[in-house]
C-alpha cells in the first residue's frame, strides 16, 4: 500500500478538521476494526463545502466540453494510478474478492470517459431553435433557442455495495461533473479508506486541470447528522442517492422540507422478479438454476439488481430448478456481508421467514433458498419484502394467470425478468404490457445483476426502486438530472453559448423548426 | 349561448352526483353571481375518476401515436365547434374582452394539434438502441432498448388566469394525454361555466375517437378538499398545476408525504424582472415605456409572466421612461380582477406599499406603478414580492455593478428581460451569465408576456417559479414530464414496441449505437 491516508474530509482543495468524531473501517472477514481513524467532517467543514462548491458553480456553468472532459478523463487515469491501493482497500472494506474490484475499477473509469464522450461531443444537450417570422400574423415570432444547462451544486451519497462505481467516483459524481455541476460527496463510513483514495485522484484532476477547488468535495461521517445537513444546505440544488429505501425516503423528506424544495434521485430499493414460463422451466431447468443462482448470489447477494423472487411454474420444471437451487444453496460456503448492521439485518430477516440462521465469523452469513406456496406469498407481503444478501424466495404458480394477482399489490421495481421458451415470445407480450409499468427494465431469458453502462440503460423504476421514474442512474441519460432548461429570446447571436450559435460552430444534433440534424 | 349546462363533474363518460355543496361563478365586472349552481365533487365522484383513470391508463399505454393524435385533433375541433359560447362564458366570469378569449382559444386548439403532430410523428419518445456484442470479454454486451413511456393517470389544476389555455383542455391536458396518461382535471371554481364546456369537448372527443371512458374525468369543487384528495390518492402519478405559490406549495408538500411520493409539476410565481442598460433607456425610452405598460397590464395584470420589477439606470433615461409610465398608468381606466380573492390581495399589497387604493365597482382596481430607490428596495424584500394585478415598481440603479447585490437575494424566475443598446451586446454577456442561472427564459428588447407555444419554449424555471427547474409547462417539452422510462434487454423483436423494432418501421428518429438518425 503507498497510499498516505490524511484521514480528513476534503473541503474543495483543502483538508478538514480533525475535531470531528472518529470511526475507522471494518474487515467484514474478522468483524474487526481496520486501518487508520477517520475524522468525521464538522460543520465548519460542510458550511465550507458548500460554499466552495456554490462559487465553483459559477465557474463551471459556462465550462466547454471539451475542458469538461479533460477533467473526467483525467480522474479516470488518476483512478487507474491508484488502482492497486484501490482494489486492496476496497477487498479489506467490503469483504469480496480482489478481482470483483479490478473490474469494478474498470467499470468505473470507462462510466467517466462515455461521460467525458458525451460532453465533448456535445448534442446531449437537446438543443432547439424555433426561428423567427417578423411578419406572422397577429403578432411576431420571436427567435426562441433552448438546451439544458448545469442545475448548480450536487450532494452525492455513496453506496455501501459498490465502493467505486456507485461511491465517490462513481455514476453520480461522473454525470454531475459532466453536466457541469459541482459535487460535494457524502462518503459511505463503511469503506473510508477506499473513499478517501477515490478523492485523492479527483482532488488531483481537479488541480491539474485547472478547476476550481469547490468543484469536488468530500465530507466523512459515521452518522446520520452531515448528511441531513448537507441536503438541507440552501446552496445544494439536488442529490444523488444509492442504498436503502429509508435512507432516501428520509433525504427526500428532507428535501421536501426545505424552504426551496430539490429533487432527490434516489435508487433505494427493489426485489427485481423472476418470472420463468412453463415453456422455459421445461426446456432449460439446469441452466436457468445455475443462472439465478449465480444471480442472486453475486456479489454475494448484496446487489440492487439481486433476483430476490423467482416464479417457477408448478410441475417438472419447478422440481428440478428448485432441486438445483436448493443443492447449490446447501453447497455453498458462508460468505461475509458488507456491515455489521447488514449482517444483522440479513440474520433477522431470514431467521423471520423460519431460517435457522446464525451467521459465522466477522460478518458471515449462509445463503438461504426460501419456497413459498402461492397463496402463502400473496397474504403474507413481507415474502415480498427486499432482503439484501444472499437469500432468494421461489415461488410455484399453478397457472401463469395467477400472476395477475402478484401485479396487483407488486412495488415498483428497478427491473423484472421473463425467460421464456422457443414458442413463448407471443405469450410473454401481455405480461410484458403488465409488468413494465412498474420497472425500469425488462430482462429477456438472462438475470438481472450486471447492469450494462451505455446510451439505452434504463437504471430506474417506480417508487420505492427509485424517486423518479422518469430518469435513471446509469447510461448516459442519467446527466439529465442535474440540468435545467434555459430558454433566450431574440438573443444576439455573440450572447448565445456555443451550442445555440447561428451557424452550429460545435456541429452538435439540434432541433432547427422541428427538423433534428446538425443544422 | 346554446350550450346546457348539467353542473356536475365528469366521471370518465358518466356525469357526478349532485350532492356536494353547490357554487357559482361571478362577474366580476358587477361582483354578483352568475350562471347556473355548480355542484361540487363528492368523494365517491373522486373515487369513480381515480378507479377509471387506473383502469384507462392500461389500455392507453400503448395507445399508436396516430390514435392520440386523432383525440387531440377531436378535442381541439370540438373546442372551435363551441368557440361562441367558450368566449363568452371566458368572458363573463373573468371579465376580460371577448378577443382575449378568441385568442386563448386558437392558441389552445393549435397547442393541441402541436402534441398530436408530435405523437404522430413519434420521435419524442428518445428512442436508444444499443445493440448486443456477444463475443466481448470478459462478459457479452447485451442488446439494451429504452423509450420514454406513459407514466399514469395525471392530476390537472386549473390556473384562474387562463381559462382556457391553462385550464381545462389546456397545456397540461394535451401533454398528458399526449404522453398516453389519463387525465382528472381539478376545475378552478372561478370559471365552472367555461370549464363544462371545455369538458364537454373533450369527453365528446374520447367517445367519438373509442378511447376508454376513464381517459378525461373533471371534478369541479369550490374549496380545497377534493384537489388536496385527489393529489394523496394512490391511482394519481403526477401533477400538473398553474397558480399561486401557496397553492402549488401546498400540492408539493401532500405529494411528499404519501405512501409513494409523486412529482408535482407546479408553475407558481415570478415576478420577471427587466433590466433596462443605460444604452437602451437613452435610445428608445418612449418604446421601451410603452411596451413594458403594454406588458404588465396586459390581461389586467394578472400574467404569470408580467414584469412586475423594472430596473432603469438613473438619469435622463430613467426620468422618461418613468414619466411615460406615471402618465399612462394615471390615464389607465379602472380593471376588474378575476376573482374577489385576487382583488382583496391587490388592494392589500399595493396599500402595504404606500398606494391609496380603494377598488371600484365589482373586482375593480386601478393600476398602480410604484417607484422604489435602490437601498430601500433591497433592504425590503416584501418590494420583491409579485404583485398579482396591474401593479409594476420601478427601481433605478445608479451603476448596473448593483444589480449583483439584487442577484444575490433574487428567487427562481420564469423569465428576465434584458433592454439593451445598439452597442451593448457585449456589456450584457456578463449579466446574462448570472441571471440565466435563476430563471427559464431570458428576454432580449421585449417582454417577457406572451409565451410562445414552440419546440424551443421553456416555461420554467428554479423554485419558486416553478418546482422543477428541469421542464417546462409550454412547447413540446412538456410532454416529458408525464413520461417514466422503460429499457428492454434482450427482447425478442416481436415484443418489442414499434419505437424500438429492429426494422424501425415507425421510421422515426433514434439514438443506434451512439448515432441520431432514422436507422
Redesign the interface.
Known amino acids: 500500500m503507498s497510499f498516505e491516508f490524511k484521514s480528513t474530509s476534503f473541503i474543495g482543495s483543502e483538508r478538514g478538521e480533525k475535531t470531528g468524531k472518529t470511526f475507522t473501517a471494518f474487515s467484514p472477514e474478522t468483524g474487526e476494526a481496520v486501518g487508520p481513524e477517520f475524522h468525521s467532517a464538522t460543520n465548519d467543514d460542510l458550511i465550507r463545502s458548500c460554499l466552495q462548491a456554490s462559487i465553483a458553480s459559477?465557474l463551471l456553468?459556462?465550462k466547454p466540453g471539451h475542458e469538461k472532459a479533460e477533467l473526467l478523463r483525467k480522474i479516470a487515469s488518476n483512478l487507474e494510478e491508484r488502482k492497486a491501493d484501490i482494489v486492496e482497500c476496497a477487498s479489506l472494506e467490503t469483504g469480496l474478492p480482489n478481482a470483483r474490484f479490478e473490474?469494478e475499477t474498470g467499470r468505473t473509469c470507462g462510466q467517466l470517459r462515455m461521460f467525458a464522450d458525451l460532453v465533448e461531443e456535445g448534442?446531449w444537450v437537446d438543443a432547439?431553435?424555433?426561428t423567427a417570422d417578423p411578419e406572422r400574423a397577429?403578432?411576431p415570432?420571436?427567435d426562441?433557442?433552448?438546451m439544458?444547462?448545469a442545475?448548480?451544486p450536487i450532494a452525492v451519497f455513496c453506496a455501501s455495495n459498490f465502493p467505486i462505481a456507485f461511491s465517490v467516483a462513481g455514476g453520480d459524481t461522473a454525470s454531475a461533473l459532466a453536466a457541469g455541476c459541482p459535487v460535494v460527496v457524502n462518503a459511505h463510513s463503511a469503506h473510508p479508506m477506499t473513499s478517501e483514495i477515490a478523492a485523492s485522484a479527483i482532488s488531483a484532476a481537479v488541480i491539474e486541470c485547472g478547476f476550481p477547488g469547490g468543484t469536488f468535495s468530500m465530507l466523512f461521517s459515521s452518522g446520520y447528522e452531515i448528511g441531513s445537513a448537507l441536503v438541507a444546505h440552501p446552496s445544494i440544488s439536488a442529490v444523488g442517492f444509492t442504498g436503502s429505501r429509508a435512507g432516501g425516503r428520509a433525504l427526500?423528506?428532507i428535501a421536501?422540507?426545505r424552504d426551496?424544495?430539490?429533487?432527490v434521485y434516489a435508487e433505494m430499493s427493489s426485489v427485481n422478479p423472476v418470472f420463468v414460463l412453463p415453456g422455459a422451466a421445461e426446456e432449460r431447468p439446469e441452466e436457468i438454476a445455475d443462472g439465478l443462482f449465480g444471480s442472486f448470489t453475486l456479489g454475494y447477494g448484496q446487489f440492487c439488481t439481486k433476483p430476490g423472487l423467482i416464479f417457477l411454474p408448478m410441475g417438472s420444471g419447478y422440481d428440478a430448478i428448485t432441486g438445483r437451487l436448493k443443492q447449490l444453496s446447501g453447497e455453498a460456503a458462508s460468505v461475509p456481508l458488507l456491515t455489521k448492521g447488514i449482517r444483522d439485518a440479513f440474520i433477522a430477516n431470514t431467521n423471520e421467514r423460519g431460517a435457522a440462521m446464525k451467521g459465522g465469523n466477522g460478518f458471515g452469513v449462509d445463503t438461504c433458498l426460501f419456497e413459498a406456496e402461492w397463496f402463502e406469498f400473496l397474504e403474507d407481503r413481507s415474502m415480498a419484502e427486499e432482503i439484501f444478501g444472499p437469500a432468494a424466495v421461489v415461488i410455484g404458480y399453478e397457472d401463469i394467470a395467477d400472476l395477475h394477482e402478484y401485479e396487483a399489490q407488486m412495488e415498483?421495481q428497478l427491473t423484472v425478468t421473463f425467460h421464456?421458451g422457443d414458442e413463448e415470445?407471443?405469450d410473454?407480450?401481455e405480461w410484458?404490457?403488465l409488468f413494465?409499468?412498474k420497472?425500469?427494465?425488462?430482462?429477456?431469458?438472462?438475470y438481472p445483476t450486471?447492469v450494462?453502462v451505455?446510451?439505452?440503460?434504463?437504471h430506474?423504476?417506480?417508487?420505492?426502486a427509485t424517486?423518479?421514474?422518469?430518469?435513471?442512474s446509469v447510461g448516459t441519460?442519467a446527466i439529465?438530472?442535474f440540468?435545467?432548461?434555459?430558454?433566450?429570446?431574440?438573443?444576439?447571436d455573440?450572447?448565445l453559448p456555443d451550442e445555440l450559435k447561428d451557424e452550429n460552430p460545435l456541429g452538435i444534433?439540434r432541433?432547427r423548426?422541428?427538423n433534428?440534424g446538425r443544422g
Request: hydrophobic share 30%; glycine share 12%; proline share 10%.
Open positions: 459559477h456553468y459556462r473490474g448534442s432547439r431553435i424555433d397577429p403578432l415570432k420571436p426562441v433557442r433552448s439544458k444547462r442545475l448548480g427526500m423528506d421536501a422540507r426551496e424544495p430539490i429533487p415498483g421464456i415470445a407471443d410473454v407480450s410484458v404490457d413494465e409499468r420497472a425500469g427494465r425488462v430482462v429477456f431469458n438472462g450486471g450494462e451505455c446510451h439505452a440503460m434504463v430506474g423504476g417506480p417508487y420505492p424517486s423518479f421514474p422518469g430518469t435513471t441519460r439529465e438530472r440540468t435545467k432548461l434555459v430558454c433566450y429570446q431574440d438573443a444576439p455573440s450572447v444534433v432541433m423548426d422541428g433534428i
